[in-house]
T-cell receptor, first 112, second 114 residues
């Protein structure tokens, strides 16, 4: 049972434009959400997080939006750069627990 | 400061065999989590070790077991290998039990079961 879903396996965006990556979840107990970035042959690296008490968190070019009623979060990257080309995973946990549930990932390609 | 390392990088086993994967955590980290990432899927939580004790387990059968040593390095053992165990196995170390932000992943061990 996939509790965290990323329905777009891939996304291509022109350099300088906005990249929007989406994630949906089913478990209403999830209260902490993260985005990870993964390059080939490397492990995922933490990018940005948001707790359920907020609806937006921003860190430089990266902004995560959380819509609790829709059980949906999105990652916006503005402006997109070629170095952003990677696989992006969203992940969630409940009650600050130690078990993180990951989506299947979205492969982002930023075209120069 | 050394990062998280895993060995071996690749491994081929046959069905029914046993395998041991190793993970050296980042300096100063006392918590190690193991994940299985099947092809086309996201990482799935197997279990976590905190100060040498299992501290949470995902939906994996008992033939998946682990150890954490006094230096906080860790092993993942899988007995009676099945074809579906073919995957990338990731370990992640952190200095706190529940923080995804401070969780650093290794590059993984790719296991192929024939």
């Amino acid at each position: 049972d996939q509790q965290v879903k990323q329905n777009s396996p891939s996304l291509s965006v022109q350099e300088g434009r906005i990249s929007i990556l989406n994630c949906d979840y089913t478990n209403s107990m999830f209260d902490y959400f993260l985005w990870y970035k993964k390059y080939p042959a490397e492990g995922p690296t933490f990018l940005i997080s948001i707790s359920s008490i907020k609806d937006k968190n921003e860190d430089g070019r990266f902004t995560v939006f959380l819509n609790k009623s829709a059980k949906h979060l999105s990652l916006h990257i503005v402006p997109s750069q070629p170095g952003d080309s990677a696989v992006y995973f969203c992940a969630a946990s409940a009650n600050t627990g130690n078990q993180f549930y990951f989506g299947t990932g979205t492969s982002l390609t930023v075209i120069p | 400061e050394t990062g998280v390392t895993q060995s071996p990088t690749h491994l081929i086993k046959t069905r029914g065999q046993q395998v041991t994967l190793r993970c050296s955590s980042q300096s100063g980290h006392n918590t190690v989590s193991w994940y299985q990432q099947a092809l086309g899927q996201g990482p799935q939580f197997i279990f976590q070790y905190y100060r040498e004790e299992e501290n949470g387990r995902g939906n994996f059968p008992p033939r998946f077991s682990g150890l954490q040593f006094p230096n906080y390095s860790s092993e993942l053992n899988v007995n009676a290998l099945e074809l579906d165990d073919s995957a990338l196995y990731l370990c992640a170390s952190s200095s706190e039990q529940g923080s995804g932000e401070t969780q650093y992943f290794g590059p993984g061990t790719r296991l192929l079961v024939l």
